[in-house]
């Protein structure tokens, strides 16, 4: 049965705490981590929601939706015995360049509301880097339809190699045609990359295995 | 700049050398404000990559800047055999040169392990600064 399915059936927070006790009891701060528009926050929901049955919060195509840092505590997780809790932090969209007038010609913003919007999103990246300094482990989000190669996934992996963190890449979007998981596999074969799709919940309990391995 | 043109600055590794980071940060953001793009003959660390990235959005204004188009090279590593089968590239490390300039200027239009291909967005240069005469 999936790991999901199973927990859905549960009442979690109790059940899994002993697991927690029994089987080993690790905790870790869980930072997930993408350009914008990856499907962080899309991730972020369907974590929350499969472990504790809550949101985290509101996702949308215009980037940038989320420029605050979210955070959600004590999401116990288990897997083959191994109990895993983990703070999840669901960070901006990290970016080297930010134009209101992407929001103007692409998503019709009135022209004050995008630069607001900029604005915001020009803080939010400057959280989303300093959370590095306190996260135990990444979920590296990256748009399986887009060139793997992008400054800000170098940047952030180059960041979290240079500090030892354990990251997990989830090659996200794949239920998309032009998606290209395998680039993704092939472009960095030192990190555990597991393909899903975060809207659609595919391929999600091999992600949480992945994670259990990898952050316990 | 006041002529039409982009400018490029190779900056020889020695220079680089004798700045801490936040000169090195400073100096990189001066010089990409002023729509100049940079080589840089020894490329960021991951941290002086995020510190620049950083230090862009404080410098982002709606009218005048919009942040930096960056990439830097890291080389695959070549001394291991798993390196050499699996194309490692160690991230964690220091780039061995880093392109960086003006987003609204520059384009990445290709990269690989072995080379960096972009382009400087001269029409657009152009009209900004025929905008700003």
């Known amino acids: 049965m999936a790991i999901g399915q199973k927990l859905k059936q549960n009442a979690p927070g109790e059940i899994f705490s002993w697991i927690s006790q029994v089987f080993g009891k690790e905790q870790a701060k869980i930072g997930i981590y993408g350009p914008p528009n990856a499907g962080k926050t899309t991730l972020a929901n369907r974590i929350v929601r499969d472990w504790a049955g809550d949101v985290m919060g509101a996702a949308s195509e215009v980037p940038h939706e989320t420029r605050r840092a979210r955070r959600k505590a004590n999401i116990q997780m288990s897997q083959d015995g191994k109990g895993l809790t983990l703070d999840i932090v669901d960070t901006p969209g990290i970016a080297t360049k930010i ?58 992996l180059g960041n979290l190699e240079a500090r030892r963190l354990p990251v997990v890449i989830a090659a996200n ?44 | 700049m006041s002529e039409n043109g982009v400018k490029i600055n190779l900056v020889s590794k020695s220079m680089l050398d004798e700045m801490s980071l936040q000169e090195k940060i400073q100096f990189i953001l001066t010089e990409v404000k002023q729509d100049v793009i940079l080589v840089l003959e020894e490329g960021l660390e991951p941290d002086e990559e995020a510190k620049l990235i950083e230090s862009t959005m404080f410098e982002i204004d709606p009218e005048s800047f919009v942040g930096i188009e960056m990439e830097s090279q890291r080389e695959m590593e070549a001394d291991s055999i798993i390196g050499k089968l699996f194309q490692r590239t160690p991230y964690g490390s220091r780039a061995s040169m880093t392109v960086v300039g003006p987003a609204d200027k520059l384009r990445t239009v290709y990269k690989d392990g072995n080379s960096i291909e972009a382009m400087v967005l001269e029409k657009q240069t152009a009209e900004a600064n025929g905008a700003a005469a």
Do not use: C
Request: net charge negative; no cysteine; hydrophobic share 40%.
């Open chain 1, 99 to 156: 134009d209101f007038n992407d929001f103007v010609e692409e998503h019709e913003m009135e022209e004050n509301d995008a630069k607001d919007r900029a604005k915001e999103a020009t803080e939010g990246v400057v959280e989303a880097i300093r959370w590095l300094d306190d996260v135990d482990g990444i979920i590296l989000v990256m748009d399986a339809t887009t060139d793997p190669f992008n400054q800000v996934n170098v940047t952030i």
């Open chain 1, 173 to 216: 979007k794949i239920d998309l045609p032009e998606s290209s998981p395998a680039t993704l596999k092939n472009a960095f074969p030192q990190h555990p990359v597991v393909p899903i799709s975060a809207i659609s919940g595919y391929n999600i309990d091999q992600l949480y295995e992945t994670m259990v391995e990898n952050f316990s």
